[in-house]
């Protein structure tokens, strides 16, 4: 692989990173970046399964940015939201 093919793909895994809403390469100073098989166990331990859903474009929006300035992330809040719905109801 040469030069540049290697700083080409330094350029896609930027760009996944940055569509994705990722912050592991972008922006954090100091933090780092657990691998997928890692996380996996973390969060296993956690108890943690894996759910996919299809929700409406405004509503991941609204979410995004209410978690833009937490820590916890997208998936921390929306289960925050779902257990606020489920104890009014």
Do not use: H, P, W, Y
Request: aromatic share 4%; proline share 0%.
């Amino acid at each position: 692989m040469n030069k540049f093919e290697l700083e080409q793909n330094k350029a896609f895994k930027l760009a996944n990173d940055l569509k994705q809403g990722g912050k592991a390469r972008v922006g954090v100073a100091g933090a780092q970046k657990v691998d997928r098989r890692e996380q996996r166990k973390l969060d296993q331990a956690k108890g943690l399964v894996s759910f996919a859903c299809k929700l409406d474009e405004k509503f991941v929006q609204q979410l995004k940015a209410r978690t833009e300035n937490t820590e916890s992330g997208i998936t921390e809040g929306l289960a925050e939201l779902l257990v606020k719905a489920e104890l009014e109801r």
